[in-house]
């Protein structure tokens, strides 16, 4: 009779070549603070939230749900990467808001700000629309790409250095979406 095997099988939560930047526990508790620092600051506000898609899916659901507010929640799809790599700055807008953001206070809520050229296009795009007010929060926020250094990003849940990173909504060609952590992909050609 063979031996039977022990070894254990890599899932995606344990591939071997994502390395854990920030733990679920950690992200959990940041989530928490920048709900409360949102619920002081919004207080007596009508305030929307507004999903970048995809990424800041996950983000956008945990952290409304550390909101002690009424709130609205919108979403957009845009794209400004011509060739799926480098932004262009010029955006696309795939899927508009359902709902008019006439007078109401727009918290933009993002998976993780780099070059800045997709939202600063987004800001004044928005801004046009008579908004009250229009703010960035970010899960992640990595400055070292930053193009446009006067963008302002008012809420961030980490300060990231320049490494290609995935989990918690943010993928690599679609994949790692899932993962209740940020990784660092060690490897980029075997993600």
């Not at 006439?102 to 008579?130: A, N, P, Y």
Request: aromatic share 6%; glycine share 8%.
């Amino acid at each position: 009779m063979a031996a039977e095997s022990t070894q254990i099988a890599m899932t995606e939560f344990t591939n071997s070549n994502i390395e854990v930047m920030y733990t679920a526990e950690q992200i959990r508790e940041r989530i928490a603070e920048l709900g409360r620092e949102l619920t002081a600051d919004y207080a007596g506000k009508d305030l929307v939230l507004v999903g970048i898609l995809k990424g800041s899916v996950i983000f956008l659901a945990d952290l409304m749900r550390h909101i002690d507010l009424k709130i609205g929640i919108d979403f957009m799809a845009v794209s400004s990467y011509k060739d799926g790599t480098t932004s262009s700055g010029d955006v696309v807008i795939l899927k508009d808001l359902t709902n008019s953001i006439r007078d109401k206070h727009v918290l933009i809520v993002e998976d993780i700000v780099d070059t800045g050229l997709t939202l600063t296009s987004l800001e004044k795009m928005l801004g046009s629309r008579g908004a009250a007010s229009i703010k960035i929060a970010t899960l992640l926020d990595k400055p070292e790409p930053r193009i446009n250094k006067e963008l302002k990003v008012h809420y961030t849940g980490f300060v990231i250095p320049n490494e290609f990173v995935v989990g918690y909504g943010l993928d690599s060609a679609g994949r790692y979406r899932n993962l209740p952590f940020i990784g660092i992909v060690k490897d980029k050609d075997a993600a």
